[in-house]
């Protein structure tokens, strides 16, 4: 079952702040992050494997909370770079099947 | 650059006819996925190859099938096309055969004409 994605769509100056979430009604085994600028392959972002877990890269970082079988995805002081779409994917089984979300668009503008 | 490698690039052809989609995974990756973003629905997983096995499946039609090879290079076929199979085919590639990170490769633009 797709895991759904808030909000659709984000629009922000340089330098603000954003979150974009991802919630499953199925048990997860791991959450995936990437990003997709338009008509180009996903890049991968960051992967989290434990419930709690929370990684980070440079201005971007992400939680995975088991529990609630939610993710989120944690953009600070924002770039130009970072507009695209975001998708988060999640497994549940044994297999490396990553079923996405329907993505969120973000626009960063100057 | 994912160092996944897709061939070809873009491909044009008539309802109907069949194509074949080719993609190399990264060195020393052993699971190969294939995707098919469209507008309407988004990226959806069809397939996953391990090691030249069958996987795991999505929501592949059966007019499509895929293998992979001794080589691990996997290809992709789409027969009978219709117009609705126009889309964006990815392929990814990861060392482990569940869980790992996957890469993606710049994708193979189909349209159905």
């Known amino acids: 079952q797709q895991p759904v994605q808030s909000p659709q769509a984000v629009i922000l100056r340089e330098g603000e702040d954003a979150v974009i979430n991802c919630s499953s009604s199925?048990?997860?085994?791991?959450v995936h992050w990437y990003r997709q600028k338009h008509g180009e392959a996903p890049v991968f972002l960051m992967i989290?494997?434990?419930?709690?877990e929370q990684k980070g890269h440079e201005k971007i970082s992400a939680s995975f909370n088991e529990k609630k079988q939610q993710s989120s995805l944690y953009l600070t002081a924002s770039q130009l770079s970072y507009s695209g779409t975001y998708f988060c994917g999640t497994v549940s089984g044994n297999t490396g099947k990553l079923i996405f979300g329907q993505g969120t668009t973000l626009q960063v503008k100057p | 650059d994912s160092g996944v490698t897709q061939t070809p690039k873009h491909l044009i052809t008539a309802t109907g006819q069949r194509v074949t989609l080719r993609c190399s995974p990264r060195s020393g990756d052993l699971s190969v996925y294939w995707y098919q973003q469209s507008l309407d629905q988004g990226l959806q997983f069809l397939i996953q190859y391990y090691n030249g096995e069958e996987r795991a499946k999505g929501n592949i039609l059966e007019r499509f099938s895929a293998q992979q090879f001794p080589d691990l290079h996997s290809e992709l076929n789409l027969s009978s096309l219709e117009l609705g199979d126009s889309a964006l085919y990815f392929c990814?590639?990861?060392?482990?055969?569940?869980?790992?990170?996957?890469?993606f490769g710049p994708g193979t633009r189909l349209t159905v004409l």
């Open positions: 990814a590639s990861s060392v482990v055969i569940a869980g790992g990170l996957q890469f």
């Open positions: 199925k048990a997860l085994y791991s």
């Open positions: 989290l494997l434990k419930g709690g």
